[in-house]
């Protein structure tokens, strides 16, 4: 988050070029730029709370009943199946995590003299749903109606000021992430991005959903939900990294601005500060 501290820094900090219009002086965009550069000199860390959910649900009916205990109530995966070992098996899981929130930081814990934004409750909720619908439905890639279903259960079991942020369905895929209102107020630069990679390669029975936001105008954050092939073979596995590798090369995000100033390319995978992925493959 951008806030400044009023104090000065210890470090030397180098030098930053800055273009010029040599009838006019430095312009708009280079100033806009070389104050980017030096976001370290004035910035505060923040820590959030963010709780990240995959669930395959099947297609099963009744299951955005299971949604409030489960998701919202509970912490870590469900009680249920956490004898499975979810790397190898289908499934839920849910894992809630502080996140330190500066330009490039990787760190979390519980240092007490960087401030939590918005206390105790959760800062972002991000859920990721597997095969809404069947698969097998011939109305699969126009049935919208199943992210209104999913919307009103979570909506129904978060506390009623959350705000929602991006909603985003690819057939049987949805992303859904909502903020806290303290959190909601710092979120900038929303691009959701969905690559198909099922049926003839690009249908949307499998492929991923991907969605970026920028908090506090320093840390960019991308959830990516994903469906991919399934299978022991090594065709199928062939066809995971190829599904992995479409994801990764044809999504590309909208140009983050700044202040008004537009970058000149859009970002792609691996280039946020924190990356979430919520995944499954399936026998469909």
């Known amino acids: 988050m951008t806030a400044s501290d009023g104090a000065s820094t210890s470090q030397q900090s180098d030098p930053v070029e800055v273009e010029q219009d040599l009838a006019n002086g430095p312009t708009h965009y280079s100033l806009s730029r070389a104050l980017l550069a030096r976001k370290d000199e004035y910035v505060r860390r923040h820590r959030i709370r963010v709780k990240v959910g995959s669930w395959n649900v099947a297609a ?16 870590g995966l469900d009680k249920s199946i956490t004898k499975l070992d979810l790397h190898d098996q289908g499934g839920k899981g849910a894992e809630e995590r502080d996140v330190s929130e500066t330009s490039g930081s990787s760190q979390t814990g519980e240092d007490d003299s960087v401030r939590l934004v918005g206390g105790a409750e959760i800062g972002l909720y991000v859920l990721g749903l597997q095969e809404i619908i069947a698969l ?54 929303v691009s959701t991005v969905s690559v198909g990679t099922g049926l003839l390669g690009y249908m949307g029975n499998k492929g991923g959903v991907s969605s970026r ?35 990764m090369a044809q999504t590309q995000f909208a140009p983050l601005n700044h202040g008004g100033i537009l970058e000149d390319e859009g970002e792609k995978l691996g280039d946020e500060d924190f990356g979430f992925g919520l995944a499954t493959s399936t026998t469909a």
């Open 60 to 75: 099963c009916p009744g299951t955005d009943k299971d949604l409030a205990g489960w998701f919202v109530d509970g912490r």
């Open 136 to 189: 097998n439905s011939i109305s699969q890639y126009a049935d919208t109606s199943a992210t209104s279903k999913w919307q009103a259960a979570l909506e129904a079991a978060m506390p009623p000021y959350y705000k929602l942020i991006t909603s985003q369905q690819l057939s049987g895929l949805l992303l859904l992430m909502y903020a806290s209102p303290e959190v909601a107020d710092t979120i900038t630069n």
């Open 213 to 247: 936001i920028m908090l506090g105008e320093t840390t960019r954050m991308v959830f990516t939900n994903c469906h991919l092939a399934s299978g022991h073979d090594q065709t199928n596995l062939d066809r995971r990294c190829w599904d992995y590798g479409r994801i």
